[in-house]
């Protein structure tokens, strides 16, 4: 059975920091792309960040860039979201999804699994 389950979420201050991991079990994820997404109440889900499966390639949504780092830990099986300087704007439920090659990370309509979510909230 296939399972991603994020942790690190919380409430911290505007200019804090978080750091979201993603542990994914039950399949070899080391030739998944690997996504985050977000969803303010309201909103549609939204792109953050996604990494190839070797690691090696990242792309962020426009908002994030310079403050947001996406990595995968060694065994490919763990991904991480760094957010500094983190905003109001920023928060929303994160999700962590995987994508067999293919696809487009950048929709979320494309991915195969997804985790359950966790809160993130950055109060101003």
């Known amino acids: 059975q296939v399972q991603l389950v994020e942790s690190g979420g919380g409430l911290v201050q505007a200019g804090g920091s978080l750091r979201l991991s993603c542990a994914a079990s039950?399949?070899?994820?080391?030739?998944?792309?690997m996504g985050w997404f977000r969803q303010a109440p309201g909103k549609e889900r939204e792109f953050v960040a996604g990494?190839?499966?070797?690691?090696?390639?990242?792309d962020y949504l426009d908002s994030v860039k310079g403050r947001f780092t996406i990595s995968r830990g060694d065994a490919k099986n763990t991904v991480y979201l760094q957010m500094n300087s983190l905003k109001p704007e920023d928060t929303a439920v994160y999700y962590c999804?995987?994508?067999?090659?293919?696809?487009?990370?950048?929709?979320?309509?494309?991915?195969?699994?997804w985790g359950q979510g966790i809160q993130v909230t950055v109060s101003s």
């Open positions: 999804a995987a994508l067999l090659v293919g696809g487009d990370y950048r929709n979320p309509r494309d991915y195969n699994y």
């Open positions: 039950g399949s070899t994820f080391s030739s998944y792309t």
């Open positions: 990494v190839s499966w070797s690691g090696g390639n990242a």
